[in-house]
């Protein structure tokens, strides 16, 4: 149809708006919300209806209005989260009303605005940081004042209280950046809360011109409130002139979290006429994690399902070499242990690391990721000389330079270059705010100067715990356990401009263990930074920063 993507945009907006709000002149150890029996999740309910405890029955209006032509369309919104895996929400509508292309752009809008409902936290409001004061009767905002929350009394008597809020301008996922631009009234009559408003005191993105949303709640025969009805109308600006939508929802059934039907006054009895309907089956929160559903139904919050990042990782460790040998153009190889006094020779190995990272959640506990790039590594050392090694390299063919007055150390600073790439999985899982993780990285690390790649096993335990604004704070230990004998050759040149081989073997006792503290942190339910420092006999810094969908 011609104005289907209206229709899907209209229904985005209404059940995908969220809504926090901040609090000022509040009763002592309490807020004006409690102190009238409601709970702030109502905010939330206002902000999107399936943030919801329960399941519940929509009948829908829609209205459309454009130059003299009015389209309107009807169906029902059943929300059941218990309904049958992978299918919460089914849609109502005429049987040919909508075609193939616009249910499937229905669906993919509903998907969305659900998604982003149960991936934002409940309780959305700010009790004490919006530091801007907005004329409440002229909707135009006002001065910067200091830190001053935005919950303020618009009418207070015998039978209505009235309050008005605004939101809060952090922690919002970006596709709700317009919940920014509006304000919210709360209505409570006689003691009970009757609606809540909703409108635009700042120009709205997307064309928008005007907003108007009311959300009016009944309380049930059980306790408590829910949603019974919203209004929805607003001005769109578009090529070919402004639009009017108007959109109404009653709601014409709820069930209560175990299931008991719930009634209230002024229950609606509206649906559709039986018979020529079509019901289209929405699948939630997409493919991955597997179980992923189930796992937020019992109250697991989980990340994004797929990620990319970047990241770098400086290491500094020292060498304990145990055995070296050496040879020219794969000839017999000469055995340098009674020549270098390993014991007493200093060896340290920096690394810089820089590396991208894809990774998906295949399970609410699983990850899994591949890891590609690069890095140099500086081998700085002073090796203990003795007699026997300057007998030795005087005793060498015209490859070398005669050298006979070393030093009691023979210098050794090299620059060599490492391409790098595997993959790795996580486990993870808590309770609470407390959370573990253990993450494991097999990983392919070929020195280019060296000629040799080695396989290297990476383990990371790690403990955390989830403090206030979302950051993570971690401790653990990580194990790095890898072949020690590396056998290669280095591409040399004579004096006289002859190229040959200098054959090695080499091997070495490595650090295995090291200690590990970070930190993680999510900003605007898209992008993650996270920060690790080792520390221990093996020094460490790593830095990462992502982007999850």
């Known amino acids: ?10 229904f985005f907006i209404l059940i995908s708006t969220s809504q926090v709000f901040a609090q000022t002149e509040e009763p002592v150890n309490s807020n004006l919300l409690y102190e009238n029996g409601i709970s702030p999740k109502v905010l939330d309910m206002a902000a999107s209806q399936f943030m ?33 895996e992978g299918m919460d929400i089914r849609v109502i509508t005429p049987t040919g009303s909508l075609t193939k292309k616009e249910k499937k752009e229905l669906k993919r809008y509903i998907e969305r605005s659900h998604y982003l409902s149960r991936s934002s936290r409940d309780y959305l409001y700010d009790e004490a940081t919006l530091k801007t004061v907005h004329n409440s009767h002229g909707g135009a905002p006002g001065n910067i004042i200091g830190d001053e929350s935005s919950l303020k009394v618009i009418k207070n008597n015998k039978d209505s209280l009235i309050l008005e809020y605004f939101y809060q301008k952090k ?10 631009r509006l304000k919210g009234e709360i209505f409570i009559i006689d003691g009970k809360l009757d609606k809540v408003v909703l409108t635009n005191f700042k120009p709205l993105k997307k064309k928008l011109i005007s907003y108007n949303k009311t959300v009016r709640f009944a309380k049930t025969d059980a306790g408590g409130y829910i949603i019974n009805s919203i209004n929805l109308s607003y001005k769109k600006k578009k090529k070919d002139g402004i639009i009017d939508i108007t959109m ?82 794969g000839g017999d190889m000469t055995d340098l242990e009674n020549i270098l006094a390993f014991d007493e020779s200093d060896v340290k190995l920096n690394s810089n690391m820089y590396l991208a990272k894809a990774d998906v959640w295949l399970f609410p506990f699983l990850n899994i990721m591949a890891i590609v790039g690069g890095g140099r590594n500086e081998l700085i050392a002073k090796l203990k000389v003795s007699q026997e090694l300057i007998d030795f390299i005087n005793s060498m063919p015209g490859y070398i330079i005669d050298w006979p007055n070393l030093p009691e150390y023979l210098p ?20 609470g705010d407390f959370n573990l993780s253990v993450n494991y990285q097999l990983m392919f690390t070929n020195t280019v100067e060296a000629n040799t790649t080695n396989l290297v ?45 200098l054959d090695y073997v080499i091997d ?42």
Do not use: C
């Open 412 to 431: 050794v600073n090299s620059m060599l270059t490492t391409e790098i790439y595997g993959g790795g999985a996580t486990l993870a899982g808590g309770v």
């Open 52 to 84: 919801q405890d329960g399941s519940f029955n929509n009948y829908v209006t829609i209205t459309i209005e454009q130059n003299g032509e009015t389209k309107t369309y009807d169906l029902e919104i059943i929300y059941d989260p218990e309904y049958q």
């Open 1 to 10: 149809m011609k104005h289907i993507k209206l229709f899907v945009s209209i």
């Open 508 to 549: 070495f006792e490595p650090m295995k263990w090291n200690g590990i503290f970070g930190l993680y942190k999510s900003f605007s339910k898209h992008w993650e930074m996270s920060v690790q420092v080792g520390f221990g006999q093996r020094t460490s810094v790593t830095a990462i920063f992502g982007y999850r969908i």
């Open 171 to 180: 922690d919002i996922d970006p596709y709700l950046k317009n919940v920014k």
């Open 248 to 329: 109404k929802s009653q709601t014409t059934g709820y069930k209560n979290k175990s299931g008991k039907e719930l009634n209230w006054s002024n229950k609606s009895n509206l649906t559709l006429q039986s018979g020529n309907l079509d019901t289209i089956n929405v699948k939630l929160g997409g493919p991955l994690p597997l179980l992923g559903k189930q796992a937020r139904k019992i109250g697991f919050e989980l990340p994004r399902p797929i990620g990319v990042a970047a990241f770098t990782h400086i290491q500094s460790q020292q060498m304990n070499i145990i055995k070296l040998s050496v040879g020219i153009n």
């Open 457 to 501: 096993h990476i383990i990371t335990p790690m403990a955390g715990y989830m403090a206030p604004f979302g950051l993570n704070i971690m401790a653990g230990a990580q194990g790095q356990f890898y072949q020690t004998e590396l056998n290669g050759f280095f591409k040399l040149t004579d004096g006289n401009g002859m190229p040959f081989t």
